[in-house]
């Protein structure tokens, strides 16, 4: 089914950008085990947006364990995008998630010529060995006119967070139920 058309002059919401696209079932990879790290690629006409995501174990911290995170961004396309806002959803080995929405990445919105890369780090904590993240970042093809531009949602495929380094079989959220 084909969406409504939406007026040039008005901006999306970011939560409707990543709606019309959900993360597909293949990166969600549900009922197998994830390695802790996962590469996809999302194309809008001329843009394309690659994700690399992978964590790494920091160990045992308050009752839990753990995280660094890279995740990097990387322009395959033929325009200059920015990066508007992320959503990432990390979840436990019980099927709980904590969802982490907002504004850029790291307090940054970065524009991004064909061919550059944003990298964005962070921490998670979680009250158990190994859990998994996926989640996806909206960006705006800058209009020449100085007016909203074209909005689009880059998926990043799920990855495992374990503190072991290996793949793990964490539940898919409910969220990725839906999309199944």
């Known amino acids: 089914p084909s969406s409504p058309a939406m ?18 079932s293949e990166a969600m990879k549900c009922g197998i085990k994830i390695p ?3 590469v996809m690629t999302t194309r809008h006409g001329r843009s394309a947006v690659t994700i690399f995501g992978r964590a790494s174990s920091l160990g045992s911290a308050r009752g839990g364990a753990a995280w660094r995170y890279e995740i990097e961004l990387v322009n395959e396309g033929r325009d200059i995008i920015q990066l508007m806002t992320r959503h990432i959803l990390v979840t436990s080995p019980d099927g709980t998630v904590e969802e982490v929405k907002g504004a ?6 970065p524009l991004l010529a ?8 962070g921490t998670t904590v979680l009250h158990a060995a190994y859990g998994a993240m996926h989640g996806s970042y ?3 093809v800058p209009s020449e006119a100085d007016a909203l531009g074209e909005a689009f949602s880059a998926n990043m495929a799920r990855f ?3 503190t072991a380094g290996r793949s793990e079989l964490v539940p898919c959220s409910p969220e990725a139920d839906l999309m199944s």
Do not use: K, Y
């Open 7 to 24: 007026p040039l002059d008005e901006a999306l919401p970011p939560d409707l950008v990543r709606l019309s696209n959900p993360v597909p």
């Open 36 to 38: 802790p790290e996962s």
């Open 104 to 109: 850029g990445a790291g307090g940054q919105l």
């Open 114 to 121: 064909p061919g550059e890369s944003h990298t964005v780090t």
């Open 138 to 140: 909206q960006f705006e």
């Open 160 to 162: 495992a967070l374990s």
